[in-house]
Each structure stands twice: as C-alpha cells, then as structure tokens.
C-alpha cells in the first residue's frame, strides 16, 4: 500500500494484527478458551489497540519512530513466537501510524 492510496485500519491494518499479534494479543487461548490478552493489550480492535497496554501507549499517531509498536516489530522483539513481522508488513504499519492511525 503507498502512502499515496491511504492506509486504511479494517483492510490494511487488521488483518496483519490478526496474523501476528492475536495470538498473544486478543485471540481465545486453546488451553483455557479464554482471550490472550497479554500486558493488557488487546489489539482485536481499533479501541483496544488505542487503549495501549499496562505500560501505555503502543503507537503515537502521526509518529511512527515514536511508536512503541514499530520499535517491537522492528527489533524482532515481537512476535515472540511465529515469523517476524515482513518488512512490507511493517511498511504498511508505519504509513497507517503516519497517516494519524485512523481507524478507517
């Protein structure tokens, strides 16, 4: 996605949280069939994602070097378990939190 199309949060955005961070950050946990929702963040939803977890905000709008979510990505330090986030993926993620995080 360019910068120049818009990022948009429901079909860009989502289904890469859903991919990579639902696991650990919202998803229903086999052993229990309770949610994962790991440091209190919940990235199932725009507001969740928003709400930012136990140690505060995970993206700054507008801000994508500023973001909490890209340094983690970035750095490999998440996901803890599966693939590293794609560098196309974590492009998308900077464009989105660039453009304002929107939830569009």
């Given at each position: 996605?360019?910068?120049?199309?818009?990022?948009?949060?429901?079909?860009?955005?989502?289904?890469?949280?859903?991919?990579?961070?639902?696991?650990?950050?919202?998803?229903?946990?086999?052993?229990?069939?309770?949610?994962s929702i790991e440091v209190e963040l919940n990235m199932?939803?725009?507001?969740?994602?928003?709400?930012?977890?136990?140690?505060?905000?995970?993206?700054?709008?507008?801000?994508?070097?500023?973001?909490?979510?890209i340094e983690m990505v970035t750095s490999g330090d998440?996901?803890?378990?599966g693939d590293p986030v794609p560098p196309a993926e974590?492009?998308?993620?900077?464009?989105?939190?660039?453009?304002?995080?929107?939830?569009?």
């Amino acid at each position: 996605v360019s910068a120049a199309q818009g990022v948009s949060f429901a079909n860009d955005v989502m289904p890469i949280l859903q991919a990579r961070c639902h696991s650990c950050h919202g998803g229903i946990d086999p052993a229990t069939g309770q949610p994962s929702i790991e440091v209190e963040l919940n990235m199932t939803t725009y507001e969740g994602l928003m709400a930012g977890s136990e140690y505060g905000a995970v993206l700054e709008p507008g801000g994508p070097d500023a973001s909490l979510l890209i340094e983690m990505v970035t750095s490999g330090d998440m996901p803890l378990e599966g693939d590293p986030v794609p560098p196309a993926e974590i492009e998308t993620l900077r464009n989105w939190i660039a453009e304002g995080a929107t939830n569009n």
